[in-house]
Each structure stands twice: as C-alpha cells, then as structure tokens.
T-cell receptor, first 116, second 113 residues
Framework: DTGVSQDPRHKITKRGQNVTFRCDPI?????LYWYRQTLGQGPEFLTY????????KSRLLSDRFSAERPKGSFSTLEIQRTEQGDSAMYLC??????????????FGPGTRLTVL | QKEVEQNSGPLSVPEGAIASLNCTYS??????FFWYRQYSGKSPELIMF????GDKEDGRFTAQLNKASQYVSLLIRDSQPSDSATYLC?????????????FGTGTRLTIIP
C-alpha cells in the first residue's frame, strides 16, 4: 500500500495525558497537512508543512499542540495535557505540489482520539 | 456566513437515478474545488476536482463550477447503493504557499435500492 499511513488508528487516553500521532505521507509528496474532524463536521485545517518547513498554523492549534516533520518525511502531531474537547479524528493528508499547479490532497485513514 | 455551505441532508435518491449535490462558497478568491466522499468512520476519499468554469466529467461523476455564482455541484449518474456516503465539498485559494482546504459540513447521501 503506497497511500498515506497513520499510526495509531485509535487512541484512548485520560485527560491531562500527552499523546503523539504519526503520519507517513505518500512517497515523494512534498506537502503534508494535518486536519481535525469532529462528528457531523467537515475536516478543519490545523497546520501544514512543505518539506520540513511548517508554513502555516491554524488559530485552532493551541499551545498544547505541536507538529514536526523532521527531514521532510514523516510527521508527528503531539497534544500535551489533553482535554475532552480534543476528542476527534485527526487526519493527515499529503500532496505533491509545485508552482503553477493545483494541490490535490490525499488523506490517510486517520487517528481517532478519545479523551476520557 | 460559513465559508463553504452544503445542505446536510440526508438526500435520498432511488438506485439508478441522478444524485445532485450542491455547494456554495463565500471567498471569491477561491481557485480550486474538490469533492471528497467519506464513508462512516472512514477518512475522506478524493472523487474529483475542478478549477475552470463549466463541467468536468469522470465516469459517473460530473462536477460543475460557476465562479460568478460561487457555486459548485456534483452529479452522480446511475446511482448505486455503494454511493451512499457523506460528500464533502472543499475549496482552496490556491496561492502558492497557502493551500489549505476549507471544507463544508458535508451532505449525507442515501441511495435507495
């Protein structure tokens, strides 16, 4: 399978604990995006990387959230001191983008986080 | 006003009929428009994208874009039960270096056998 992969697929944690999610993009894709989706809503943008550079962060991304993409390959999203409101599906998407072309994003299977 | 609006449905369509899904957007700077299909509990799956006014066909799917009216639609011909899912409309401003997708809340489609 050469699609976007995410790990873990499900995570249950207690309030106040830290969690970390991993995303492996499609090989050679230079852009990687994180979104969050809650029930009945569309995905909401959190942040994105071009290669290893984090180019934009949403206002939704509080100080408790941090994302990295070392060496421009896989990415991690960490949530510190989780709250019940963090319960959601965390989606990763990747794309191969270069100037003058539209950016088509392909999503991974997501990590479903439940904060008790 | 939401940036991307969709009728949440549910939209029920008989098998074999045409399903019509609609989406409006508020940002006139939007350049690219995407339709994703999402089955319950799964992640969004890209169906097609469009960025020029008019129609774009791909198999049983046709996307229609009218930038003057800020309207994009998806037609599904010969609807099948496997088409039952939530359909998400997404737009971006395509400005190199700023290409996040803004999604609507999705329209739930049910194909009735």
């Amino acid at each position: 399978d050469t699609g976007v992969s995410q790990d873990p697929r499900h995570k249950i944690t207690k309030r106040g604990q830290n969690v970390t999610f991993r995303c492996d993009p499609i090989s050679e894709h230079n852009r990687l995006y994180w979104y969050r989706q809650t029930l009945g809503q569309g995905p909401e943008f959190l942040t994105y990387f071009q290669n290893e550079a984090q180019l934009e962060k949403s206002r939704l991304l509080s100080d408790r959230f941090s994302a990295e993409r070392p060496k421009g390959s896989f990415s991690t999203l960490e949530i510190q001191r989780t709250e019940q409101g963090d319960s959601a599906m965390y989606l990763c998407a990747s794309s191969l983008s270069f100037s003058e072309s539209t950016d088509t994003q392909y999503f991974g299977p997501g990590t479903r986080l439940t904060v008790l | 006003q939401k940036e991307v609006e969709q009728n949440s449905g549910p939209l029920s369509v008989p098998e074999g009929a045409i399903a019509s899904l609609n989406c409006t957007y508020s940002d006139r700077g939007s350049q690219s428009f995407f339709w994703y299909r999402q089955y319950s509990g799964k992640s969004p799956e890209l169906i097609m994208f469009i960025y020029s006014n008019g129609d774009k066909e791909d198999g049983r799917f046709t996307a229609q874009l009218n930038k003057a009216s800020q309207y994009v639609s998806l037609l599904i011909r010969d609807s099948q039960p496997s088409d039952s899912a939530t359909y998400l409309c997404a737009v971006n401003r395509w400005n190199f270096g700023n290409e996040k997708l803004t999604f609507g809340t999705g329209t739930r489609l049910t194909i009735i056998p």
